[in-house]
């Protein structure tokens, strides 16, 4: 980051630390090499899909680059920030617009680190063809390219358009294959059929099992089995 200039000396260290916390990326103890997690690369595969801009430093470079125009008095403050607030609704509305594509990609991600190692046909097999897309069109991106057009870096103008929530989140084409790739992959609303209870549960429902109704449970629960309405609740706590 140093050697590119990214960031300051006081954010440097937060950029680090941020990616860390998200479980963006994980750490190897040993190299102190960063890799990107399942939920990294679905992330970063959803929005290379959606807008490449929305990962690269291309928004960011060009409020900075019209920040410095500012400054030097080549821009008016007014425009730079209805400028920038245009482009970040825009782009927010273009993102609303295609957000079937992140559980899409999360599904992926962790169904390819599983031991199946993914699936290759129907709508799955469709939904892993976007997901090599968008890796290859993250390995063409040339840091070298970057940071030669990082002063001169322009954000893409998309077209505002009407925008309804309903009208996404609505039942559409893309919805529904969407959930069938969901559950070709194992992922479906219902949940597991068999997850197993939490940990903090499990003691209690066992009781609860044993015990029937009416108190009873508590001579399940206590330790002497004695125990019979509220009295007897305290052993579930002992």
């Avoid at 103890?29 to 595969?45: K, N």
């Avoid at 607030?85 to 390819?112: C, E």
């Avoid at 893409?156 to 309903?166: H, I, N, R, W, Y």
């Avoid at 108190?215 to 330790?223: D, N, Q, R, W």
Wanted: with cysteine.
């Amino acid at each position: 980051m140093d050697r590119h200039g990214i960031g300051t000396d006081a954010s440097m260290a937060s950029h680090v630390g941020n990616v860390q916390k998200r479980k963006y990326v994980q750490l190897d103890a040993q190299t102190r090499q960063m890799r990107p997690s399942e939920l990294g690369l679905a992330l970063c595969h959803s929005y290379m899909l959606i807008d490449p801009e929305l990962v690269l430093p291309t928004v960011r470079a060009s409020i900075e680059n019209a920040c410095a125009r500012v400054a030097r008095g080549e821009a008016r403050k007014p425009h730079v920030v209805e400028h920038s607030l245009r482009t970040f609704k825009n782009k927010f509305y273009g993102f609303a617009r295609q957000i079937d594509r992140v559980p899409l990609m999360l599904a992926l991600a962790y169904s390819l680190s599983g031991p199946a190692g993914g699936m290759s046909q129907g709508r799955a097999g469709q939904s892993l063809g976007l997901w090599h897309e968008a890796a290859a069109r993250t390995a063409r991106v040339s840091l070298e390219d970057l940071l030669s057009l990082r002063d001169e870096a322009m954000v893409s103008e998309t077209p505002e358009g009407a925008f309804d929530l309903q009208q996404v989140l609505a039942d559409n084409p893309a919805v529904r294959q969407v959930q069938a790739a969901l559950e070709e992959l194992g992922f479906s609303a219902e949940g597991p059929e068999h997850a197993p209870a939490p940990e903090g549960d499990r003691g209690h429902r066992g009781g609860k099992r044993k015990g029937g109704k009416g108190g009873k449970g508590s001579k399940g629960a206590s330790s002497k089995g004695k125990g019979k309405g509220k009295g007897g609740d305290a052993g579930w706590y002992q």
